[in-house]
């Protein structure tokens, strides 16, 4: 069985651009959560997304968006990059919305610069 | 805000050594879970407790849930150099949080020969 896959791996960025992220769940899991870790804040929820509705949102600016299509799979955008943004953004599949037992994908690394 | 101190923040030991590991908060969890991450990788879900006063063990490693459903230890027993890596700890909201997962600050081990 798969694991979650994220795409890129890597990205680098400049200042003002923004970037899209992708996230493919361990098939069968319906929701999808995201989270972003730096090494001064640790891992920070940013938001988790089931049946293609945002179900929670963490504190972050409104830069940070995303969706989810009909086979489950997510997207993240990050509009007008700051440096902060800079960190490894992670997805997490869970199999349902109140199943909190999450699985990880290997993360997006993304420097902006 | 539900937050999660984690205890000791570093920890460096010899192989065989036992050590454990601290999760503490002032908030109640609906269930609290464990994982390792290792450098450029996503964290990796070692064990979920439910309970109060739940204890679960999986082999060398012991996990234990707080009475109060508060706080959460991880022993290790004869640590090897494989349990090297990044430990944190996860709660889920008690209502309202979804899948949403609130991360402790980490505690980062190092097993030496």
């Known amino acids: 069985k798969a694991g979650v896959t994220q795409t890129p791996r890597y990205l680098i960025k400049t200042r003002g651009q923004q970037v899209t992220l992708s996230c493919s769940p361990i098939s069968g899991h319906r929701s999808v959560s995201w989270y972003q870790q730096t090494p001064g804040q640790g891992l920070q929820f940013l938001f988790e997304?089931?049946?293609?509705?945002?179900?929670n949102k963490g504190n972050f600016p409104g830069r940070f968006s995303g969706r989810q299509f009909s086979n489950s799979r997510s997207e993240m955008n990050v509009s007008t990059l700051e440096l902060g943004d800079s960190a490894l953004y992670l997805c997490?599949?869970?199999?349902?919305?109140?199943?909190?037992?999450?699985?990880f994908g290997q993360g997006t690394r993304l420097t902006v610069v | 805000t539900q937050l999660l101190e984690q205890s000791p923040q570093f920890l460096s030991i010899q192989e065989g050594e036992n050590l454990t590991v601290y999760c503490n908060s002032s908030s109640v969890f609906s269930s609290l879970q464990w994982y390792r991450q290792e450098p450029g990788e996503g964290p990796v879900l070692l064990v979920t407790v439910v309970t109060g006063g739940e204890v679960k063990k999986l082999k060398r490693l012991t996990f234990q849930f707080g009475d109060a459903r508060k706080d959460s230890s991880l022993h290790i027993t004869a640590a090897q150099t494989g349990d090297t890596g990044l430990y944190l700890c996860?709660?889920?909201?008690?209502?309202?949080?979804?899948?949403?997962?609130?991360f402790g600050t980490g505690t980062q081990l190092k097993v030496e020969l």
């Open positions: 997490a599949s869970s199999l349902g919305h109140l199943n909190t037992e999450a699985f």
């Open positions: 996860a709660g889920a909201g008690v209502t309202g949080g979804g899948n949403k997962l609130t």
């Open positions: 997304y089931f049946s293609e509705t945002q179900r």
